[in-house]
């Protein structure tokens, strides 16, 4: 699976857009984009997936670079409980069962 | 639906206890991961089944680390003997192959402190 970078930290105002930048320049075709976050004292929770094109659903948007070398997580409205750890993954869809979890951003969403 | 299931949530012991760790995933899910979190590792993969048969045990520490998956609603983690490097939150999570879906589902963890 392909390597992710992510900032360590971040910080978004409550009722703003939360941007979280990952990248993937090692990615190859068959990979997806995985987001999944972590609030504190809880399991991971899955929020969205994507190959090449935009994706939303209730939680979020997926931004994929053309080239597919990096990718934006968007929380369009943040709110408290958003605090969390959020991680960036990239796998084989099919076959591979395995999620690499790296350290993440711990993004912290302030009043 | 009730979510993934795991139990004990908090297990405080002794070293050289044995400890064992429960899981119930969601129904009608055909996949088990089990994981480790720490502070200096992160979240690793121990291992996980499919249908109930071990698939990939390489993330298992080792030989004090067992794992069984007796019946699709039901799996174990089990440390004999535990040591204090053990101390860590344990996580099952379960995921289903059909419709495409490949989410998976996490429990709320299980908090181990091995003294």
């Known amino acids: 699976d392909a390597k992710t970078t992510q900032p360590t930290s971040m910080d978004c105002a409550e009722g703003r857009a939360a941007n979280l930048p990952c990248n993937h320049s090692t990615i190859s075709g068959n990979e997806y984009v995985y987001w999944y976050r972590q609030i504190h004292s809880q399991g991971p929770q899955y929020i969205i997936h994507?190959?090449?094109n935009n994706e939303t659903n209730e939680m979020a948007s997926l931004i994929i670079t053309e080239d597919r070398k990096s990718s934006t997580l968007i929380l369009p409205h943040a709110t408290l409980r958003d605090t969390a750890v959020y991680y960036c993954i990239v796998r084989v869809r099919q076959g591979a069962q395995k999620l690499v979890f790296g350290q993440g951003t711990r993004l912290t969403i302030n009043p | 639906d009730a979510g993934v299931i795991q139990s004990p949530r908090h297990e405080v012991t002794e070293m050289g206890q044995e400890v064992t760790l429960r899981c119930k995933p969601i129904?009608?899910?055909?996949?088990l991961f089990w994981y480790r979190q720490t502070m200096m590792r992160g979240l690793e993969l121990l291992i996980y089944?499919?249908?109930?048969?071990?698939?990939?045990d390489s993330g298992m520490p080792e030989d004090r680390f067992s794992a069984k998956m007796p019946n699709a609603s039901f799996s174990t983690l089990k440390i004999q003997p535990s040591e204090p490097r053990d101390s860590a939150v344990y996580f099952c999570?379960?995921?289903?192959?059909?419709?495409?879906?490949?989410?998976?589902?996490f429990g709320p963890g299980t908090r181990l402190t091995v003294l």
């Open positions: 089944f499919n249908n109930n048969v071990p698939i990939d």
């Open positions: 994507g190959l090449k």
């Open positions: 129904s009608g899910h055909d996949y």
């Open positions: 999570a379960s995921r289903r192959t059909s419709g495409g879906v490949d989410t998976q589902y």
